[in-house]
C-alpha cells in the first residue's frame, strides 16, 4: 500500500472517528477504531461480535445505525479537506452498502399501506420483475414509490447525522487527534475522550 500523506491520514481519521462518536452516542459497541489499513480498509471501526437486532425490530436501533453507518460519510465533509471527497471515498461506498438493508426495509414498509409490500425483499423483488420486464402499470408505480422512499430515508439519515456530529463536533475532533497520533484506540479510551470533550 501507497505512503499515505497527512492530509489523507487526516481525512481517514475525521471518517472513523464520525463513526466512533456516533456510534459511542447510538450506543453501537465497538472494539477499536483505527487508522492502519488491514485487508480492505484505510481506516476501520471494529464492532464487537454480537448479533445486531434484525432490521426491522427496532425503529430507534435502526435510525442509530444508519447514523453511525452515514458518519464517516458526514464527518469527512464537515471536516478538513474537500467536501466531495467523502461521497467519492472507497470507506463511504462500503458504509452505504451496509446502511442499504436498513434502507431498503423502511422503503419497503413506508410503501407497504399503499401495495402490501413488505420486508428488505420487496425491492430486490421488483428489481428482478422490472428486469425480466414481466411488469405492467402497477409495478412501474411501485418502484416509483419505493425509489422515492429509499431517496427520502436517506437524505433523512444524513441531515440527521450531520445534526448529530454538528452537536458534538469537539468529540468527532478530540478523536481524529487521538487517531492521528496514536493509530488505534479502543471503546474505553474512546468513550474517556468523548466524554472529557463533551464536558
Known amino acids: 500500500m501507497a505512503v499515505r500523506t497527512r492530509v489523507q491520514l487526516t481525512r481517514i481519521a475525521f471518517h472513523e472517528a464520525g463513526h466512533v462518536v456516533a456510534s459511542y452516542l447510538g450506543r453501537r459497541r465497538f472494539r477499536y477504531a483505527t487508522i492502519v489499513p488491514e485487508a480492505d480498509y484505510l481506516g476501520c ?16 436501533r435502526d435510525r442509530a445505525r444508519l447514523v453511525s453507518m452515514y458518519a464517516g460519510m458526514v464527518a469527512q465533509m464537515i471536516g ?14 462500503s458504509d452505504m452498502e451496509q446502511a442499504a438493508p436498513i434502507i431498503h426495509y423502511w422503503a419497503a414498509r413506508e410503501c407497504y399501506y399503499r401495495y402490501g409490500l413488505w420486508g428488505q425483499g420487496a425491492f430486490d423483488e421488483l428489481i428482478t420483475l422490472i428486469e425480466s420486464h414481466s411488469y405492467d402499470e402497477r409495478t412501474r408505480a411501485m418502484y416509483h414509490e419505493l425509489c422515492e422512499a429509499r431517496s427520502r430515508i436517506h437524505y433523512r439519515a444524513i441531515r440527521e447525522t450531520e445534526a448529530v456530529l454538528e452537536a458534538h463536533w469537539p468529540a468527532v475532533e478530540a478523536v481524529a487527534s487521538a487517531l492521528l497520533e496514536r493509530k488505534r484506540i479502543g471503546y474505553l479510551a474512546a468513550r474517556a475522550i468523548i466524554d472529557a470533550a463533551l464536558n
Open 45 to 60: 471501526v471494529y464492532y464487537t461480535a454480537h448479533r445486531e437486532p434484525d432490521i426491522g425490530s427496532n425503529p430507534r
Open 80 to 93: 478538513p479537506g474537500p467536501r466531495m471527497l467523502a461521497w467519492a471515498s472507497r470507506g463511504a461506498s
